[in-house]
């Protein structure tokens, strides 16, 4: 017996776009060369406000990044923020430039350092035309860690970010933060009770204003905000733990209990003592494991005027 061929017959692909309700195209009145299209951004008229920022912002882009802990070369995804001010009499800034500034420096690989954004920040400016422009970065950075008893080791990570502002009077502005996760044992717990105290993953971010003379080819400013956090922590949080690694880190962290508010002390007496940070932020959020909510702390301090 024959088979019957189901197979269907299908319109052609343009037919059935129109099947879907597309329609040929419209008659064309306005312009297609640039020179003679409207330029609404540069319209010069008093629009009442200046602002404070317009740019764009979530643009993802391959970057690689120095470190001072292994892999010391990598390649990571940068999400970035672009902006500037504009002037009262500009009724747009060309956001095609922020784009057309980061692909002149992805032809090769994109360093992110300091250097290369403060002259990514002075270019900026000038392209726009503006008084200042502003770039902020935040990346995955990873980082070998190894096992404390066994050595044995795996990779951790923490969220890094950079902010670079330039502005034609008051010159660079650079800022800096991490958010690295530790464990938190909890002090109130450990005391009241006959045995056993609960804990928690602490997400502490720290984010500080660099002095102008900070060098990062010589300083690792997230290795340093990282040992910050984890240093003063109940324990460090590792990738690969064997039994007498666990037993370690679960006793270290039952020596050493931390409320939300004693890491955000002790994390900012470390970064009081850094000579290269002017101010700085820290917070703590615990992800409570006797509770559906968190535990946070926060502080906020200006080093140029001691509070
Ligand atoms: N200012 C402004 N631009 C927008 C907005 N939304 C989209 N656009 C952008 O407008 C851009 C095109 O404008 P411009 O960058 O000024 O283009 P252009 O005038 O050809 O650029 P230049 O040759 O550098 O002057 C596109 O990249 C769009 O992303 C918005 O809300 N405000």
């Known amino acids: 017996m024959n088979e019957v061929s189901t197979k269907k017959?299908?319109?052609t692909k343009s037919d059935r776009h129109k099947l879907f309700g597309s329609v040929d195209p419209g008659p064309r009145t306005k312009p297609e060369e640039k020179s003679e299209m409207v330029d609404l951004q540069n319209t010069k008229k008093d629009f009442l406000f200046e602002l404070d920022a317009v740019g764009i912002s979530n643009v993802k882009h391959p970057v690689s990044i120095q470190s001072g802990i292994a892999p010391n070369k990598q390649s990571t995804i940068g999400t970035f923020y672009f902006a500037s001010t504009i002037s009262q009499d500009s009724k747009g800034t060309n956001m095609s430039r922020f784009?057309?500034?980061l692909q002149s420096y992805s032809q090769n690989e994109f360093e992110v350092n300091i250097p290369t954004l403060k002259k990514?920040?002075?270019e900026l400016h000038t392209r726009l035309n503006q008084r200042d422009a502003e770039l902020s970065v935040s990346f995955p950075w990873f980082f070998e860690r190894k096992a404390p008893?066994?050595?044995?080791s795996g990779m951790n990570h923490a969220?890094?970010?950079m902010d670079v502002r330039y502005d034609q009077d008051t010159g660079y502005d650079i800022t800096v933060g991490l958010t690295g996760k530790v464990t938190t044992l909890c002090p109130c717990s450990k005391e009241i009770s006959e045995y056993?105290?609960?804990n928690q993953r602490g997400n502490l971010t720290m984010e500080v204003k660099l002095d102008e003379t900070f060098d990062d080819s010589k300083v690792d400013w997230k290795e340093v905000l990282l040992e910050a956090a984890e240093s003063n922590a109940?324990?460090?949080?590792?990738?690969?733990?064997?039994?007498p690694d666990e037993k370690m880190v679960t006793e270290q962290a039952f020596?050493?209990?931390r409320f939300v508010e004693d890491m955000v002390r002790l994390v900012a007496a470390d970064l009081y003592e850094m000579e290269f940070v002017e101010k700085f932020y820290v917070e703590c959020v615990n992800e409570e494991s006797i509770h559906l909510h968190d535990a946070v702390a926060s502080i906020t301090y200006d080093k140029m005027s001691d509070k």
């Not at 008893?149 to 044995?152: E, S």
């Not at 109940?234 to 039994?243: D, G, T």
């Open 9 to 11: 017959q299908l319109p």
């Open 99 to 101: 784009t057309e500034q």
């Open 120 to 122: 990514f920040v002075y």
């Open 149 to 152: 008893y066994t050595g044995q």
């Open 159 to 161: 969220e890094a970010w």
């Open 196 to 198: 056993s105290a609960h």
């Open 234 to 243: 109940s324990a460090r949080i590792h990738p690969v733990l064997k039994r």
């Open 255 to 257: 020596e050493n209990p």
